[in-house]
C-alpha cells in the first residue's frame, strides 16, 4: 500500500503538464479524497459544535455571543438549587439500562446471524434493519396505540373476561422500554459484526478439546469480538444518552431526559446561553467517551474482514 | 454434542423470532389503527374503514408535505453518495498519513446524539442569518448520513484489490477512465447499497428534520406534530404510507441490488 502512493505521486508528476502551476505542496490522493468529507464536517459538525461552545459563554438570556464573557451559564447548571442534574441522572441510567438490556438481548441474536441461520442470515438482518427506516416517532406511537386505555393490549384483555391491561405508559419503565426497543439495531449489527471475526474453526477446536458451552463462550466468543461488542456498547449509550424521543412520547414527559432540558432552554425559555452549556456538557461527557473507545479500536479490523 | 448444537440453534432461533415479532408489534398497531373507522381507537376493532387513508390522500398539505420529505430525501441521498465516494476511499483505500485519526473523525457524528446535533446546527444556521428551511434540513441530514455511507462504501472499498487500478494505469488508461471503467464498476454495490441507506434514513429521520427545517415540515415533523396535539387516525394512516413506501424502497433496491451482483459475477 505504501509503495502504491509514492507510485501514484510519481505518475501525477510525470503525466502534469509542464506549464502548470505547481502547489507549494501536494496532497496525497488519499488527503484529497478525504477533503469533500472533511469539508463537510468541519462546516456541519465541527463549526456547530463551536458556536455553542461561544454560546455557552454569553450572559443569560442574551444573544449577545462573543460580545461578553460570562461564566453565569455554567455557574447557574452547576448550583445545586438547579435540578438539571437530575436530568443527567436519568439520562445515565437510562442509557446504562438500556445499554445492559441490550446486550442481553442482541447476543442470541447477532449468534444465531452468525452462526445458525445461514443463508437466511441476510434476510434476517434485513428484517431488523427495516424498523431503522421507519420514523421513530411512529414506531413509539405503535406502541401508545399497544398499551393505551381501550387500545390492542387492554381491550384484547377486557374481551377476554379479565379486568384490563395494566397502566404502563407514562411510566419510567415504559420511557427504558422504548429507548430498548429504538436502539436494538445499533447493537445488534456492530455486535454481529464482532462476531464475524470469530473464526468457526477456532470454536469448533475448543469444543474438541473438551472445552463446555459456557467456557467457550467466556474464553473464545465473547474476547474475540469484544471490538464489535465495544462499538455496539458504546454506540447504544451514547445515543440513549441523548435520546428524547421515547420520554416525550411514552413518557408523557413523566420525566425530562437531559435533552429535553436542552431543547427546553433553547425553545420556550429562550435562553440559548444555557442551552447551549448544558450542551457543552453532554458533547464533553459523550466526546470523551467515544475518543477513549475508538482509540482502542482497529476500524480496518474490524470492517475490512469479511 | 450435535444434539446440544440443534437445542443452541433452536433456542437462539425462537428468540429472533420473538424479538422481530415485538418489532414489527406498533408497525402493526399503526395499520390497524389507521384502518379503523371512527375518530378514537378501541380494541378489538368493530368496524373496518379506508375512510382514513382516503382522506389523507386526497389532503394537499400531506400531498405538500409528502412532496418535502421526497425532495430532501433524493437530494440527500444524491450529495451523500458523492462525498461518501470519495470518504470511502480516503477511508480504505489510500494508504495516507492522516487516515487513522480521518476515520475516527468519519465516526464522530455517528456517535453524536441527533438531538443535541439538531440543535447545535438550528444555533449555527441563526449565527450565521440563515433562514432555516428544507434546505438547511438537507445540510442537516448530510452531516449524519454522509458518515453512515462513507462506511457502508468503505466496506465494498476494502474487499476491493487496488492492483486493478494500477493495471490499468500502466495499460495507459487515463485517471478519469480509471474512474469510469475499473473503480467504480467495482464498487457499485456499495455505492447502491449507500444510497438505498442514505434515501431511507433521510426519509424515516425525524430529530434533525424538527430542530432544522423550520417552517418547512416533513413526514416525521408533521406526524410528531399531531401526535402532540390534535391527534387524528390520519396520524397511523401516514405513518403506515411512510412505511410501506420504505419497504418499496427497501425492496426495490435490493432487486437492483441482486441485478447488479448477478451481472458483476456474470
Known amino acids: 500500500m505504501v509503495s502504491l502512493s509514492v507510485s501514484d505521486r510519481a505518475t501525477d508528476t510525470a503525466t502534469k503538464p509542464a506549464g502548470a502551476p505547481r502547489l507549494p505542496f501536494r496532497l496525497s490522493p488519499g488527503a484529497r479524497a478525504a477533503l469533500p468529507l472533511l469539508g463537510l464536517l468541519a462546516v456541519g459538525f465541527l463549526a456547530p459544535l463551536l458556536a455553542i461552545l461561544a454560546f455557552s459563554f454569553a450572559p443569560p438570556r442574551s444573544f449577545a455571543v462573543l460580545r461578553a464573557f460570562s461564566l453565569a451559564n455554567y455557574a447557574e447548571l452547576f448550583s445545586l438549587s438547579n435540578t438539571v442534574w437530575l436530568s443527567f441522572l436519568w439520562s445515565i441510567g437510562f442509557a446504562l439500562a438500556t445499554v445492559v438490556l441490550l446486550a442481553l438481548i442482541a447476543y442470541p441474536i447477532a449468534f444465531g446471524l452468525t452462526f445458525v441461520f445461514g443463508r437466511w442470515s441476510g434476510l434476517v438482518s434485513v428484517l431488523f434493519v427495516f424498523p431503522l427506516f421507519v420514523s421513530e416517532n411512529v414506531r413509539l406511537y405503535g406502541w401508545v396505540l399497544f398499551f393505551i386505555k381501550n387500545g390492542v393490549l387492554d381491550g384484547s384483555l377486557k374481551a377476554l373476561g379479565f379486568s384490563g391491561g395494566p397502566q404502563v405508559l407514562y411510566t419510567s419503565g415504559m420511557i427504558l422500554a422504548g429507548m430498548v426497543y429504538t436502539y436494538l439495531p445499533f447493537m445488534l449489527f456492530p455486535m454481529t459484526l464482532g462476531l464475524a471475526m470469530v473464526p468457526r474453526d477456532l470454536i469448533d477446536a475448543a469444543r474438541d478439546l473438551g472445552a463446555g458451552r459456557w467456557q467457550i463462550w467466556r474464553e473464545v466468543e465473547v474476547p474475540l469480538a469484544m471490538p464489535g461488542i465495544l462499538i455496539g456498547t458504546l454506540l447504544t449509550f451514547v445515543l440513549a444518552i441523548g435520546a428524547v424521543a421515547e420520554a416525550k412520547i411514552l413518557g408523557g414527559q413523566s420525566v425530562i431526559v437531559i435533552s429535553h432540558d436542552i431543547e427546553i432552554a433553547f425553545t420556550y425559555s429562550q435562553n440559548w446561553p444555557l442551552g447551549s452549556a448544558l450542551a457543552v456538557l453532554v458533547t464533553l461527557f459523550i466526546g470523551t467517551l467515544t475518543l477513549l473507545a475508538l482509540q482502542r479500536l482497529d476500524l480496518d479490523r474490524l470492517l475490512g474482514r469479511r | ?266
Open chain 2, 1 to 266: 454434542m450435535d444434539q446440544a448444537r440443534r437445542r443452541t440453534a433452536l433456542l437462539v432461533s425462537l428468540w429472533t423470532g420473538l424479538i422481530a415479532l415485538l418489532l414489527y408489534l406498533p408497525i402493526l398497531c399503526g395499520a390497524l389503527a389507521s384502518l379503523s373507522k371512527g375518530r378514537y381507537f378501541g380494541f378489538p376493532v368493530r368496524a373496518f374503514s379506508t375512510e382514513w387513508w382516503e382522506r389523507t390522500f386526497a389532503s394537499i398539505e400531506i400531498g405538500m408535505i409528502v412532496e418535502n420529505s421526497l425532495l430532501v430525501a433524493a437530494l440527500v441521498t444524491l450529495l451523500s453518495v458523492v462525498f461518501a465516494f470519495f470518504g470511502a476511499l480516503a477511508f480504505a483505500r489510500y494508504d495516507w498519513k492522516g487516515r487513522r485519526l480521518f476515520q475516527k473523525l468519519v465516526l464522530l457524528p455517528i456517535f453524536f446524539p441527533q438531538p443535541v446535533l439538531g440543535l447545535a446546527l438550528l444555533l449555527w444556521f441563526s449565527a450565521l442569518g440563515i433562514q432555516t428551511s428544507w434546505m438547511t434540513a438537507v445540510f442537516a441530514h448530510l452531516v449524519w448520513i454522509v458518515p453512515v455511507v462513507t462506511l457502508i462504501i468503505a466496506i465494498q472499498v476494502y474487499g476491493f484489490d487496488p492492483a486493478l487500478e494500477e493495471a490499468a494505469r500502466d495499460l495507459g488508461a487515463s485517471r478519469w477512465q480509471v474512474l469510469r471503467e475499473v473503480t467504480l464498476p467495482l464498487l457499485w454495490p456499495g455505492i447502491w447499497s449507500g444510497a438505498l441507506f442514505a434515501f431511507l434514513l433521510s426519509w424515516g429521520n425525524f430529530p434533525l428534520s424538527l430542530y432544522t427545517a423550520g417552517a418547512d415540515s416533513t413526514v416525521p415533523k408533521w406526524l410528531y406534530s399531531k401526535m402532540v396535539a390534535g391527534y387524528t387516525p390520519m396520524v397511523p394512516a401516514l405513518g403506515t404510507m411512510s412505511t410501506l413506501v420504505a419497504a418499496a424502497a427497501l425492496l426495490l433496491g435490493g432487486l437492483v441490488m441482486l441485478l447488479l451482483r448477478r451481472r458483476s459475477a456474470a
